[in-house]
């Protein structure tokens, strides 16, 4: 069965610095790999997808994450955040052939002016 | 264009009593999907459905829980005998078609308490 990990829980970063949010997922087969954001009082929404070619993915908002098979890592990075960024991001994977998307318990992410 | 709605946006209901949710998904999505939020938690996979059937109804987690989507647009999430631990926020999603390759786009969820 497929699983992902956020290690952190909350990460706090200043304004215009960069940020990396964590994510590892554990799955017996091939995988799509997904980040999703939750802006405060709003619906989840998709910020980028890996599906095949390029480990490399850009997203919305200056947002890019790098599939690492071997590391079974996607992790999502920003060079300048800002405070409109303030958000809880979830990580999801979804096996081939499955339509379900399995979460993460989320990282909430805090600008600090 | 409109998004995914859900109805109500916040229920609280008795120990015991029978609660429906709405989700209204976005108009042409084939697919749709409910999820469960526990707080603190990311969204759990409750049942999936392609059309007016349940292709995949894996993530119900007793079967005081059914849900239904008859005209294969619209689906309502039906918890019986409802429990405490039933309490969480409850998502809809809809997608053009099935499978993952299609984005899923989210509603505001519907918030169940149960006292």
């Known amino acids: 069965a497929q699983s992902v990990t956020q290690l952190d829980s909350q990460v706090p970063v200043f304004e215009e610095a960069p940020v990396e949010l964590r994510c590892n997922y554990s799955s017996s087969v091939s995988v799509y790999l997904f980040w999703y954001v939750q802006y405060p009082n709003q619906g989840l929404q998709l910020l980028l997808k890996y599906l095949s070619g390029s480990t490399l993915v850009k997203g919305i908002n200056g947002f890019e994450a790098e599939f690492n098979k071997s590391q079974t890592s996607f992790h999502l990075r920003k060079p300048s955040v800002h405070i409109s960024d303030t958000a809880e991001y979830f990580c999801?994977?979804?096996?081939?052939?499955?339509?379900?998307?399995?979460f993460g318990t989320g990282t909430r992410l805090t600008i600090i002016p | 264009g409109a998004g995914v709605s859900q109805t109500p946006s916040n229920k609280v209901t008795e120990k015991g009593k029978y609660v429906e949710l709405r989700c209204d998904p976005i108009s042409g999505h084939t697919a749709l999907y409910w999820y469960r939020q526990s707080l603190g938690q990311g969204p759990e996979f409750l049942i999936y459905?392609?059309?007016?059937?349940?292709?995949?109804d894996s993530g119900l987690p007793n079967d005081r829980f059914f849900a239904v989507r008859p005209e294969g647009s619209v689906s309502t999430l039906k918890i019986q005998r409802t429990e405490r631990g039933d309490s969480a926020v409850y998502l809809c999603a809809s997608s053009l078609g099935g499978g993952t390759l299609y984005e899923q786009y989210f509603g505001p969820g519907t918030r169940l308490t149960v006292t």
């Open positions: 999801a994977v979804s096996e081939r052939g499955n339509e379900k998307l399995t």
């Open positions: 459905f392609q059309g007016t059937g349940a292709a995949d």
